[in-house]
């Protein structure tokens, strides 16, 4: 069995003064405080979370 691409994913700006629906969307990525990195798998789901809110995520393959 083949392991799962992951993605590492961190915040690097606050979402203060953002969308409510890209605060919500930052939080369904796991992530919690800036510089708060995790690792998620690479799914079309993730990948599109992470384009909608690209402007405050670092994200390394």
Known sequence: M???KTL???LV???NGTKQTHRATVRGLG???INHTV???DTPAVR???NKVYYL???EA
Request: charged letters at 30%.
């Open 2 to 4: 083949a392991l799962a």
């Open 8 to 10: 590492k994913v961190t």
């Open 13 to 15: 700006k606050s979402t």
């Open 31 to 33: 992530l919690r405080r």
């Open 39 to 41: 690792m998620l798998e």
């Open 48 to 50: 599109g979370m992470i």
């Open 57 to 59: 995520v670092k994200c």
